[in-house]
């Protein structure tokens, strides 16, 4: 019975080609490789924005899985002619929508090999490289943003790369609830607040929700345009106190660098003061401002950030990264282990007996994490941190020439002043005005006017842009960031909308 079975195994290896053949991987991927370089060479012909109708793929694709194979040139032309009509094409310079998702040769290539090892690593003998590099990178991350040392491993905290910032949240939201109800009594898990302002990303509350904080203990503070929308002590203060006397208890703040709405940038410092008053735990999300924080020159915009207990940021959005990459820092890591961490007989080994290893699978919400710390690793020693600083400055002073010519049209309004490489503006009241003959127009109207621009902008398929409303006041987001953008591009956006707002005032002084 054993020959019986050996010859038919040799039968079947006879009939298949193996999956990881070191010769045809070579071969498929010098195509996938000059697919990729022909897509990027051509980027500029397709639409920004996919035009395609909801349910497309479903019509084109088969209604089963084949049980053939297909070669890999008809699979290509497959992704040619029905994946990438249907993808919005976040890498072509004119994406300036929701917020960049830049990528690299070194970020793409360094994704690759990562893959190409395809290693599982939750603790360290599993793949001592990948544990070793990703501290070592995350150290290196957090003295190009002069975070203070105890957010590094060498100073008793330190980093790990995560997915997004949702679960950067979501971790540290929940050590900081099990810290403290192991003081209280867990009975007590409905008394716990947590705080944010009307600016804070719907992560934040996503996070809470899932930790089981009571959405009725969520604070979203309310900022004004008057300090920036920028979360202040003061309002924080007041919001606490009254929880405290209605007998509920502050658990945890989030103070963000960025945000998504208005740029805002939160007062840290007294933040932190406040917070820290009442035993809370303070994370500070710089999701997309705290790339732009390895630049000197911007660095006081984390201000503060030494009193806080943790604090993240998305390499994956303007750091030459590919998606995915937080790399979230805390001061306490023992805190995250005491909560998250599982160690059953079958992960156990002596390298971690010994406490002198990081096993990641402590530090975050899944068991098993990616070799994302190659691809970092890579960016940063192929384009060096001056190089990577002029990237990100380079955005900034486009974000500048866009808002000059936003104020020298004077149809164009700027609704939030300019920060790090975003601008908000629409047409303003005067301008719609001036062109109907009304004498007077409703905020309603005005917005219902903007989105008209912004949504004949985007079915153009010629440039991208998304939208804010904030204070009831729809506002357009100009924000640049794409790695191919040039100085050129962020020129021919502006022609767009203004040839765009030309034809909407035309249409609305032909209705009037």
Known sequence: MGSLDMKHLESTSLMMNNPLDPEEFRRQGYMVIDFLAEYYKSIEKYPVRSQVEAGYLRKKLPVSALYHPVSMETILKDIQTDIVPGLTHWQIPNYIAYFPSSGSTAGLLGETLAAGFNVVGFNWISSPASMELESIVMDWLADMLSLPKSFT???GGGGVMMGTTCEAILTTITAARDALLDQIGREN???????????THCSFF???KIAGISPNNFRTI???????FSLRGDSLRSTIEADVNAGLIPLFLVATVGTTSTAAVDEVGPLCDVAKEYNMWVHVDAAYAGNDCICPELGHMIDG???ADSFSFNAHKWFLTTLDCCCRFVKDPNALVRCLSINPEYLKNKATDTNQVVDYKDWQLTLSSRFRSLKMWMVIRSYGVDYLRNFLRSHVDMAIYFENMVTKDKRFEIVVPRSFALVYFRLSASAVIQHSGQKFLEQ???NEINTKLLESINSAGKIYMTQSLVDATFMIRFAVGATLSEIHH???VWKVVQEHATAVLARRSISC
């Open 153 to 155: 491993f060498s100073g």
């Open 189 to 199: 898990i409905n008394k716990l607040v947590v705080y944010g302002s009307d600016q």
């Open 206 to 208: 996503k996070s809470a």
């Open 222 to 228: 309310k900022t004004t345009k008057t300090h920036a």
């Open 305 to 307: 950030v030494e009193k």
């Open 444 to 446: 309603e109207t005005l």
């Open 490 to 492: 962020v020129t021919y």
